[in-house]
């Protein structure tokens, strides 16, 4: 199984091209992006060593079904998916903050909760819940969006008493970002599944309209529990069964690394790696309820130029 680590393509009408933590972003002539998830991995801010096969995939086609299902709430970027691994889109003003949603306590917020603070993002969190409770009602914790480094929790009074967002503007994303998360949760639930927590970006097209862009509810964006057991697990006290990138997380953290400075990524096993990739096909057939189809990968690199030149060369 081969993994698309990273690509150098130079399309016809390419302006520019950009590489993020798992995404390559190509910019193609002034109204499209041709944006290619790759098989990298990230966690805590750091891209792990080895590609995960089939990852790309995963996430391109969940991406993409979302997208579809929630354009009736607001309009998304999403032009075309001409390969497995790739989403073209029109190219977008993105909003500088990240809109979290939490439906339940776990991860970062869980991790804060711990130490003792019971405020997030300017948000109270009530005394009294344990790991995976749900909160009375889902909280938005945004996050400031950064080129490089971390995404930084920020409150929504500082971010509009920054001008990051203008109060208008923003309550628009605080509006979109429940009704996408109510939709992420109905579909969710259909499939014996619990949505926790996700983000969702946002950008203005040349137009000025707001639009839905990069992934949603995907396992890299976001955490899912299995609906089956979630309540005996809280009443044992037991760790939830989890459907999200947490494990990636885990692993490391009991490998000695947090991402912190002076630790050392560790060696990824090839046994890991592939079970990392099951996960993740394991979380496209549940949320789906579909099998999944594991593209051709042996000429990965070569079939998705192909397929991103032809739809360009139809279409721009």
């Given at each position: 199984m081969n993994a698309l680590k990273e690509t150098n393509f130079h399309f016809q009408h390419q302006v520019k091209m950009y590489r993020g933590k798992v995404?390559?972003?190509y910019f193609i002539g002034d109204k499209y992006l041709a944006m290619i998830a790759s098989d990298r991995i990230s966690a805590f801010d750091h891209v792990l060593p080895k590609g995960i096969p089939y990852k790309g995939q995963v996430l391109n086609q969940l991406a993409?079904?979302?997208?579809?299902?929630?354009?009736?709430?607001?309009?998304?970027?999403?032009v075309n998916v001409p390969d497995p691994s790739v989403s073209i889109g029109l190219k977008c003003k993105p909003i500088m903050v990240e809109m979290v949603i939490r439906g339940y306590l776990s991860?970062?917020?869980?991790r804060e909760y711990r130490s003792g603070k019971r405020m997030i993002c300017g948000v109270p969190m009530p005394e009294g819940m344990n790991e995976s409770d749900p909160?009375?009602?889902p909280i938005i914790t945004p996050a400031t969006k950064a080129e490089e480094g971390h995404d930084e929790d920020i409150s929504r009074e500082d971010?509009?008493?920054?001008?990051?967002?203008?109060?208008?503007?923003?309550?628009?994303l605080e509006s979109y970002t429940r009704r996408l998360f109510q939709r992420?949760?109905?579909?969710?639930a259909k499939q014996d599944l619990i949505l926790v927590d996700t983000k969702y970006e946002f950008g203005i097209d040349d137009e000025g309209n707001i639009r839905l862009i990069d992934e949603i509810h995907t396992p890299d964006s976001s955490r899912y529990f299995y609906k089956n057991g979630y309540k005996e697990r809280q009443e044992r006290g037991e760790a939830q069964k989890q459907l999200s990138k947490e494990f990636v997380r885990q692993?490391?953290?009991?490998n000695g690394f947090q991402g912190l400075e002076g630790q050392v990524m560790p060696e990824m096993p090839d046994d890991f790696?592939?079970?990392?990739?099951?996960?993740?096909?394991?979380?496209f057939e549940l949320i789906t309820g579909d099998k999944f189809i594991p593209s051709d990968t042996e000429r990965i690199q070569s079939r998705v130029e192909s397929n991103v030149a032809s739809w360009i060369q139809d279409n721009v």
């Open positions: 995404r390559d972003v993409a079904r979302f997208l579809d299902a929630t354009s009736d709430i607001v309009p998304n970027w999403l991860g970062h917020a869980w909160f009375p009602d971010i509009i008493a920054n001008g990051i967002v203008e109060k208008e503007l923003y309550e628009k992420g949760t109905e579909i969710a692993w490391l953290i009991s790696v592939k079970s990392v990739s099951e996960r993740y096909i394991e979380l």
